[in-house]
């Protein structure tokens, strides 16, 4: 699976939008970006995945750029709860690429 | 309720005694994985299984063993843990085919003396 490159730490103001960028230069054409979610030390919680369209569901946005070598998880109006590590991986759901590798994630502090 | 069960929570035990960590899952799902998670280390993948009966290596699978058996069960093992494999694990599941998202568990913090 392809290597992500995210930033440690990022803070937001409460209300206001949160961008979370990931970096994926190397991502195969049949690999999807998925994001997650860890709050404290509870399981990470799955948020949104993409392949080559931007993504919106209830709780997010996931803008892909076109050469697919980047992506940035939006949450529209962050809010305290959203206070978490977030992860982004890359990962084709196949049987010759199962090892799904996370990374250290961004710690995203939302903040009154 | 979709879910991914492990069993204990917290555990504290002391080298070399025998332990499993059990982690079940209701979603028949084919593939299962297990993570273990340090401080700055982020999560780090032991083993994972495919389907029943086949098993493979992640990232750090020294010390650990797997099992599966069954479809819905993966049994973490740790036939003589040492101080070093205190940590958070998590096991997870995912479907196969598409893009299915892996679901997590709840975690099992362990404590090696």
């Known amino acids: 699976d392809a290597k992500t490159t995210q930033p440690t730490s990022m803070d937001c103001a409460e209300g206001r939008a949160a961008n979370l960028p990931c970096n994926h230069s190397?991502?195969?054409?049949?690999?999807?970006v998925y994001w997650y979610r860890q709050i404290h030390s509870q399981g990470p919680q799955y948020i949104i995945h993409?392949?080559?369209n931007n993504e919106t569901n209830e709780m997010a946005s996931l803008i892909i750029t076109e050469d697919r070598k980047s992506s940035t998880l939006i949450l529209p109006h962050a809010t305290l709860r959203d206070t978490a590590v977030y992860y982004c991986?890359?990962?084709?759901?196949?049987?010759?690429?199962?090892?799904?590798?996370f990374g250290t994630g961004t710690r995203l502090q939302v903040t009154l | 309720e979709a879910q991914v069960t492990q069993n204990p929570r917290y555990l504290i035990t002391v080298t070399g005694k025998k332990l499993t960590v059990t982690c079940s899952q209701n979603?028949?799902?084919?593939?299962m994985s297990w993570y273990r998670q340090d401080p700055g280390l982020g999560l780090r993948q032991i083993y994972y299984?495919?389907?029943?009966?086949?098993?493979d290596k992640g990232d750090v699978p020294e010390g650990y063993k797997v099992s599966r058996k069954e479809k819905r069960n993966f049994p973490l093992i740790l036939e003589s843990p040492s101080p070093n494999q205190t940590s958070l694990y998590f096991c997870?599941?995912?479907?196969?085919?598409?893009?299915?998202?892996?679901?997590f568990g709840n975690g099992t913090r362990l404590t090696v003396t």
């Open positions: 997870a599941s995912r479907g196969w085919g598409g893009s299915s998202p892996l679901h």
């Open positions: 190397t991502i195969s054409g049949n690999e999807y």
């Open positions: 993409g392949l080559k």
């Open positions: 991986i890359v990962s084709a759901n196949t049987g010759t690429a199962s090892k799904l590798t």
């Open positions: 979603m028949n799902h084919e593939y």
């Open positions: 299984s495919m389907n029943v009966e086949v098993t």
